[in-house]
């Protein structure tokens, strides 16, 4: 049976969310304030992951918090006041860090990827942007130390656990398979399955384009406000008239859990804000896939646009001042270990990745209102999940079988 149906946010996410439901025969439309796929889904590492597996509130966290307590460690910093006042959410996110919960979302997310990899293969296919993509070892953690390697001994049980295929290589193999990358790093792990792609934003159109095409109608207008009358929801949008609709997705990653608070629902969400810049290439070998230090805390990614340097992970208020500091330090650490040009952009890209406190995304009914569905909460890693919490949407307001059990993502498993 068609239905109208409204998606809030352009993200990745919100876009395979419009595209899956649009192509199943509904008529959708997708409603952002910006350009689809412009604001925390451009920034990332083009990884298709089917391999990040292991969260970061695991049992390792705790024995770290000593260390990151300092706010001296490039791959997360964060800021004072705002931890204070909101201890009560990182305290509960720190609740998780226990080895049962690390393997609850290890067998969850992976289910939830694999599915995703496999959609987006097929979409990249129908869109005909293969030339974006490269399949299988797009993904490779290097190490400054045997230290270092050696903290990494969970990740590494939990990736064997749950089928996860990667190469452990040593210091002359790196330098091997990554002949551009100074000889700084002694241990290195390949992750041997895991695809990417060159520009997700250029991808994030094509899938838009196909939703389009297929009869999808695309919005850019700010939300301001929702309400249910019986059951039709009214969305209000600037310049316009309330658009009105019998089921709404709410995938407006790190603003969802404001607008879901328009209801009365309180998300315990906050943000990892993240930023890159695009170095030019040099002389040197061209690197052949991400690459993640694991002592510095970024990542090289090549790209279109050149080389993309990611920093790590900022915890502040979502709309705070940018600090470049930490993607200025990931730049000089990158330019220790891999030759560069000049930078690209003037100012840094800066974006806001929403996290749960479980580290798992909320995918499916709003607990209290009939016809309002949640899609958000999926970390850094939106491209990787994109498709499959699609699926799991589509099936679920088609009262169908969703590929993959949905209910360690399910609303109600927190009090709204």
Not at 148 to 166: D, P, Q
Not at 308 to 329: C, F, H, L, M
Not at 357 to 368: C, E, F, K, Q, T
Request: charged share 20%; net charge positive; proline share 5%.
């Amino acid at each position: 049976m068609s239905e109208n149906i409204i998606v809030i946010g352009g993200g990745i996410v919100g876009v395979c969310t419009a595209l899956d439901l649009q192509l199943l025969g509904n008529k959708v439309t997708l409603i952002d304030r910006k350009l689809p796929g412009r604001e925390t889904s451009y920034g990332n590492a083009g990884v298709l992951s089917e391999s990040s597996i292991a969260i970061i509130n695991s049992p390792k966290l705790l024995r770290a918090l000593p260390m990151l307590l300092t706010n001296l460690n490039n791959g997360l910093r964060y800021n004072p006041i705002f931890i204070v006042k909101n201890l009560s959410k990182m305290l509960k996110y720190l609740s998780y860090c226990r080895i049962s919960h690390t393997r609850h979302a290890a067998q969850s997310l992976r289910a939830l990827m694999l599915i995703s990899i496999e959609q987006h293969y097929n979409w990249i296919k129908e869109t005909n942007v293969n030339h974006l993509l490269r399949k299988g070892g797009g993904w490779f953690k290097v190490f400054r130390s045997e230290k270092t390697f050696k903290k990494y001994s969970l990740e590494l049980n939990i990736m064997k656990k749950y089928g996860v295929k990667f190469t452990v290589y040593e210091k002359e193999q790196i330098r091997q398979i990554e002949p551009g990358l100074a000889q700084e790093y002694v241990k290195g792990v390949l992750m041997d399955e895991t695809s990417r792609v060159s520009d997700p934003a250029e991808l994030t159109d094509a899938y838009v384009n196909l939703f389009k095409k297929s009869g999808g109608i695309v919005l850019m207008k700010n939300v301001n406000g929702l309400f249910q009358d019986r059951e039709t929801w009214h969305v209000k949008i600037d310049g316009s008239d309330n658009l009105k609709t019998k089921n709404i997705v709410v995938a407006a990653g790190g603003w969802s859990a404001e607008i879901a608070g328009w209801l009365g629902y309180k998300i315990p969400l906050f943000w990892e804000r993240g930023y890159h810049l695009h170095l030019t290439p040099s002389d040197a070998p061209q690197l052949n896939r991400a690459i993640n230090d694991m002592d510095r805390g970024f990542s090289m990614a090549p790209m279109k646009q050149g080389v993309r340097i990611t920093s790590g992970v900022e915890i502040t208020w979502r709309d705070a001042p940018p600090n470049y500091k930490q993607i200025r330090s990931s730049v000089s650490s990158a330019r220790e270990v891999y030759k560069m040009g000049d930078e690209v952009e003037i100012t840094p890209w800066m974006g806001r990745r929403p996290t749960l406190v479980d580290s798992l995304p909320i995918i499916g009914a709003a607990p209290r209102h009939k016809g309002l569905w949640f899609n958000f909460g999926h970390q850094h890693l939106g491209l990787s999940m994109a498709p499959g919490s699609a699926k799991i949407i589509s099936a679920l307001i088609g009262n169908k079988l969703p590929p993959i059990d949905p209910a360690p993502f399910r609303a109600n498993r927190f009090k709204t």
